[in-house]
Structures are given as C-alpha cells and as structure tokens.
C-alpha cells in the first residue's frame, strides 16, 4: 500500500520535528534532471537537493557502486582501514593538492572539523582560539556552526552558543584588518556564499587576505560544502581565484545523495591534530565513500567541469538578453551552475507558487534571490525550460 500526497503530508504535520515548512509536496522517483511526485507527475530539477545531486538524480553508475558496496561491505567503524576510504581521501587530495582528509557526515560537522584544526592549529602556535567569518554566512546547524553562520534567528533560545566567532563584512579585507589580535586564529568563509545569496568573493580580497593570513599565521578556512565538487565549473570554487585555503570543508556535491562530509587541511594545519583529537564512528565509511568515488568518476567521465560552466554562461547570457523586459530582474551573479538571480521583488512566491506550479523546482534564497544549482548534467533543454518558466512566473506575479 502507498500513502497518497495528502496523506503524507498530514502524517509528516503530526510526527516531524516542525524544523522546515515544506510544500505539501513529496517525490517518488527521480532520474537525471527529473523528479515524479507521487501521483506520477513529471518536474524538472534546477534545486538538485540543494546543490547535493551534481550528477542528477540517481545516476545509474553512482547506484551500481552503491548497490554493489551494499552486498560487499558497509560499514566497519574508523579502527580499520577500507579501500573505499582510502581511495577518496588520496583521490580528493590529489583533486585539492592539499595532503589531509578526514571524512564526517554532514557539512555542519565538516565545519566543526574544520574549526577544531584551526583551534588546535592556533593553540599551538600561539595564537588565539577566535575564529572571524563573513556576515551573511552560513556554515551548518550544529551549535559551533550556528556560531560561525552568526544568525541571531538561529541561535535564539539555543545558548549558551560557543564563544570566539566574530562577523566581518564579506569581501572588507580592511574590516578584517581592524578585528585581528593575538586573540584570533583563524578566518573563515565561503569563497562564493550559497544561502547568502549567491554572493562570489572578489579575487583581490582573496588574494590580500591569503598573503594577510601568511604573514599573520592565521588559518585561512574555505567552507565549500556548496560551492564545490564541480558546481562552479572548477572542481572546487577558489580555484577561480586562484587561491588556496589551509583547511577547506567539503559535502553537499561529494556524495551524489549519500551523507558525507569531508574536511581538507594541508600538512601543515593538519599537523596541529593528534592522536584521539577527532573521531567519528560513521564518518567515511565504506558505502558512502564508494558512491563518492563513483560521484567523482562521473564528474570526469561526463566533463561535468566544462558542461556547468557551459550551461551557466547560457543562463548568464539569456537572462542579460531579456532584462530590458524585466525590471524586477536586478542581476545574476555566479559560476558555473551556482547562480543568483537577484530580484527587485521577494523571490519566494515566485519560486514556490508560481514556478512550482509549472513543475520546476528552484529555490528562493536570501529574501529576493532565486537560487539555480541544477544538477551538471542537466540537458540543454530543461535547462532552458527552467529559465522559460522562470521568466514566465516573473510575468505571472506582476
Ligand atoms: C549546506 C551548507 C552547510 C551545512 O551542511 P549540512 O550538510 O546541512 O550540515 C555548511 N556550509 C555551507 C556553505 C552550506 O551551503
């Protein structure tokens, strides 16, 4: 027996944690850049689980090493070696050309890695344990994460929160400047913002703030749970600025679905760890690491590097092509297939009500900004359809 749509929904209203308001809406099946609710009705994916599905939903390769791993071996806990493991942590390290890695389940406690190696890495040089990230951040809901993200809605009722995290302006090298004492350790941010708005960074801040973090043995930390693994046409989104962080958190893109985390440190920040400092019982087991080295085969078998940044110039150029006709339209900012299309209205009706209704699935972000993370793969022409509706919606809530 299957539970109609409605009936799911009155189930989810009485025993779900009432955390996220969701549309009464819940998906059977999904292939590629299509997903089927379950009355069997067909929509077209521009959200990808929130920039998770890179390689489209349920990708036959990613399912068969799953599937595969599934008969073989699970999980075996971080006392021993798999080869599923090993292969990710060298294949991400040559990806990066950063030496260490260490595997969590979430983005949130990628970030909570990452700002324990900072801590440790100051505490050992010493510095301060106070860590400064960006206004209009966000790094997880975990308590530290929630800290560093730095959102009064989202740490209200919730203290005492961690201490040691301070706000700049992003991309305000000199506000960084003005905050940084022997007291700070490290500095952290995104290098293009997600749920800020798909805000990217400027490359000469991120070069002067490199060389500040230098001279200063600051630990510089790029949370890239959804700017990398491809999403911007780079495999990881700093390479546009041609700058490299000490420690950098990874998830959302890396496991086609799967739950994983991962935090990336050079030797050098990595070295601030010792023995028992960190652990996780789940984190990179044999599953979950087997459908991210399946995920990442893809991402090359495909050119899915070249296709994101093929596909988000098409979007860039279409929508600079109509914006006469559209003054709510104020800009489009991004890489590859992470974009922003920033509103002069609130984007939420027109992604929720009006797009949905048409079957595309996007995402409103930041009060006034649509949010397209497709997964990289997506045809040409859904890809065109979702701005066609887009467009349309706009027109509609005029
Ligand atoms: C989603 C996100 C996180 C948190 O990841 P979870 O898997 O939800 O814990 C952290 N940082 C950034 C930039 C994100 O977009």
Redesign the pocket.
Same mark, same amino acid.
């Given at each position: 027996m299957s539970y109609s749509t409605e009936e799911l929904h009155q189930l989810d209203q009485q025993y779900y944690l009432p955390t996220f308001k969701r549309y009464p809406l819940a998906f059977k099946k999904g292939s590629g850049s299509r997903l089927w609710d379950m009355e069997g009705n067909e929509y077209i994916d521009a959200l990808a689980g929130? @920039?998770v599905n890179n390689v489209g939903n349920c990708h036959p390769k990613v399912a068969e090493a799953i599937s595969k791993q599934a008969h073989e071996l699970v999980h075996i806990s971080n006392f021993f070696l798999s080869e599923p493991q090993v292969k990710l942590a060298k294949k991400l390290a040559e990806l990066s050309g950063m030496q260490r890695v260490f595997f969590g389940n979430? &983005? @949130? /406690? @990628? &970030?909570e890695g990452a700002i324990k190696i900072a801590r440790k890495y100051a505490s050992k040089n010493g510095r301060g344990s106070k860590i400064i990230a960006m206004k209009n @951040?966000?790094?997880?809901? =975990?308590l530290a =994460?929630v800290a560093a993200t730095g959102k009064e809605a989202m740490m209200n009722g919730f203290a005492p929160i961690p201490e040691g995290f301070m706000h700049a302006p992003f991309n305000d090298l000199d506000a960084i400047k003005s905050m940084v004492t022997d007291e700070v350790g490290a500095i952290m941010l /995104?290098p293009i +913002? &997600? /749920?800020g708005g798909i805000n990217p960074a400027d490359k000469q801040f991120l070069i002067d703030l490199r060389a500040f973090c230098d001279e200063h043995n600051l630990v510089l930390v790029f949370? /890239?749970? +959804?700017?990398g693994i491809a999403r911007t046409g780079k495999m990881f989104a700093h390479e546009h600025f041609g700058v490299k962080p000490d420690v950098m =958190?990874l998830?959302?893109g890396l496991g086609a679905g799967v739950?994983i &985390?991962a935090v990336l440190a050079t030797e050098k920040a990595g070295q601030a760890i010792d023995w028992g400092d960190h652990g996780t019982t789940y984190g990179g087991n044999p599953l979950v690491c087997a459908a991210a080295l399946a995920n990442l085969e893809v991402i090359e078998e495909e050119n899915l590097l070249a296709e994101a940044e093929k596909k988000g110039q098409w979007v860039k150029d279409k929508i600079e092509s109509v914006k006469a006709d559209y003054p709510e339209i104020k800009e489009i900012r991004g890489y590859g297939l992470m974009l922003g299309i920033e509103l002069t209205v609130e984007s939420k009706p027109i992604v929720t009500t009006m797009m949905l209704k048409h079957h595309v699935i996007a995402n409103a972000t930041a009060g006034n900004v649509v949010r397209l993370v497709p997964p990289l793969n997506i045809p040409q022409e859904d890809i065109e359809t979702v701005i066609e509706v887009l467009l349309k919606s706009i027109k509609e809530h005029r």
């Open positions: 929130i @920039a979430s &983005g @949130a /406690e @990628a &970030g @951040a966000f790094h997880g809901r =975990t =994460t /995104e +913002q &997600g /749920e949370d /890239e749970v +959804q700017c =958190t998830a959302k739950p &985390g």
